[in-house]
């Protein structure tokens, strides 16, 4: 097993661009969420799924969308990027959405906005 | 809304020395909690959790945690640091769905 994959490692953008982060996991896990890592505060969550086909916002969700068209991919998408967006953006799952599941974490997306 | 606060966002010990990293949580129902692990330049990986079954959770690693919910507390503990511990510990709380909610970690420097 692969786990949860994310791609690009690393991304420099222009402010205004647009790009999709991609995130993919092998487990056939139903939940897949997104967070961004800044310091001092910790990770946020950004948007989550508990199933393909359905999505909703986490903590701090402006300027991003997703999709779930599969178990296995839940790619996030940057509509016009800001400098505020500089982040690095995990992806995770997990198995169910009972609350006590072990999360699995992807590397991560380092992303740099100018 | 639940919530988790982490005192102490560096803790530097020394080699063969106790760890204890706290947290403490805001939940309006028993809640489930974690600690995850980053080492640098990499994802969080889990390090142990309590889901209401015994309040000493044994993790990873040598570290325990001991939920106690009379100082609504998780600390985190390991009684002798190695220096391959030296990492972030990020404390989490979810309840019913599997939103975590992260506190903002404490990075802990281990020295010879």
């Known amino acids: 097993n692969a786990g949860v994959t994310q791609t690009p490692k690393f991304q420099v953008l222009k402010t205004g661009q647009s790009m999709t982060l991609q995130c993919a996991q092998d487990?056939?896990?139903?939940?897949m969420s997104w967070y961004r890592q800044d310091p001092g505060m910790g990770l946020r969550l950004i948007h989550y799924s508990v199933g393909a086909g359905i999505t909703d916002q986490g903590e701090v969700p402006n300027g991003y969308n997703v999709s779930r068209s599969t178990t296995e991919d839940f790619p996030l998408r940057l509509l016009s990027a800001a400098p505020s967006q500089t982040s690095v953006y995990f992806c995770?799952?997990?198995?169910?959405?009972?609350?006590?599941?072990?999360?699995?974490f992807g590397p991560g997306t380092r992303l740099l906005v100018l | 809304a639940q919530s988790v606060t982490q005192l102490g966002s560096h803790v530097s010990v020394s080699e063969g020395a106790l760890v204890l990293l706290r947290c403490n949580y805001s939940s309006s129902v028993p809640p489930y909690l974690f600690w995850y692990v980053q080492y640098p330049n990499q994802g969080l990986q889990l390090l142990l959790k309590?889901?209401?079954?015994?309040?000493l959770v044994k993790g990873i690693n040598g570290f325990e945690a001991e939920f106690k919910k009379s100082e609504t507390s998780f600390h985190l503990t390991k009684p002798s640091a190695h220096m391959s511990d030296a990492a972030e510990y990020f404390c989490a709380v979810s309840e019913v769905t599997d939103k975590l909610i992260f506190g903002t970690g404490t990075r802990l420097q281990v020295f010879p």
């Open positions: 487990m056939n896990h139903e939940y």
């Open positions: 995770a799952s997990s198995w169910g959405t009972s609350g006590e599941e072990t999360q699995y």
């Open positions: 309590y889901t209401s079954a015994a309040t």
